[in-house]
């Protein structure tokens, strides 16, 4: 089974600054990745998604990640953080057969005035 | 295209009764997922449906159930509720396999 590791549960950045939320994963096989964020009381919300093609993904509001096979990573940046990414950022792999996702156990970003 | 929905949103129970929440994925989604998410154990898969099979089973007693119907649209039961089971529910559709999951709002069960 896959597992994915997402590094530091709380990240607090200025505004302006840059956002950088790590996630790594376990597979031999390099799998789908996703980055989803969940305001609260909602859902979670697709920011962007990994499916073998470029390895530098973009995504919604600013947001972009890199594929990087030698270190098992997908790890998500924003160059310049907004008070309204303030969420729950949480990182997600699907095994190539079958549709299970495996969730990080979420890092949540504070934005700093 | 109207997003996924769950019903109901919020729901108070007490130990010991069972409770069924719905979830109506996206038009021409055939795929449903729950997930249980909790502040302590984070997003917890459940289980899968694919028309109207399920598909995959995460870690859960049996007391967790769920099913899926020709229109697929989904219910999950839990029987003989525990306080352990307060947590958020969500729900999410996709089209086939390894496209993105869509989530529905959830539905909060707070159980006494």
């Known amino acids: 089974a896959q597992s994915v590791t997402q590094l530091g549960s709380h990240v607090s950045v200025s505004e302006g600054a840059l956002v950088l939320l790590r996630c790594n994963y376990s597979?031999?096989?390099?799998?789908?990745l996703f980055w989803y964020v969940q305001y609260p009381n909602q859902g979670l919300q697709l920011l962007l998604k990994?499916?073998?093609?470029?390895?530098l993904v973009k995504g919604i509001n600013g947001f972009e990640a890199e594929f990087k096979k030698s270190e098992t990573s997908f790890h998500l940046t924003k160059p310049s953080a907004h008070m309204s990414d303030a969420a729950e950022y949480f990182c997600?792999?699907?095994?190539?057969?079958?549709?299970?996702?495996?969730f990080g156990t979420g890092t949540s970003l504070t934005v700093i005035p | 295209k109207a997003g996924v929905t769950q019903t109901p949103r919020y729901l108070i129970k007490t130990r010991g009764q069972q409770v069924t929440l719905s979830c109506s994925p996206i038009?021409?989604?055939?795929?449903v997922s729950w997930y249980q998410q909790t502040p302590g154990q984070g997003l917890q898969f459940l289980f899968e449906?694919?028309?109207?099979?399920?598909?995959n089973k995460g870690n859960f007693p049996g007391r967790f159930s769920g099913r899926q119907f020709s229109n697929s649209r989904s219910e999950m039961n839990v029987s003989t509720l525990e306080l352990g089971d307060s947590a958020l529910y969500l729900c999410?559709?996709?089209?086939?396999?390894?496209?993105?999951?869509?989530f529905g709002p959830g539905t909060r069960l707070t159980v006494l």
């Open positions: 999410a559709s996709s089209w086939g396999q390894n496209n993105e999951q869509f």
């Open positions: 597979s031999s096989v390099p799998p789908y």
């Open positions: 990994y499916t073998s093609a470029a390895t």
């Open positions: 997600a792999v699907s095994e190539m057969a079958g549709n299970q996702f495996y």
């Open positions: 038009s021409g989604h055939r795929s």
């Open positions: 449906y694919f028309s109207e099979t399920q598909r």
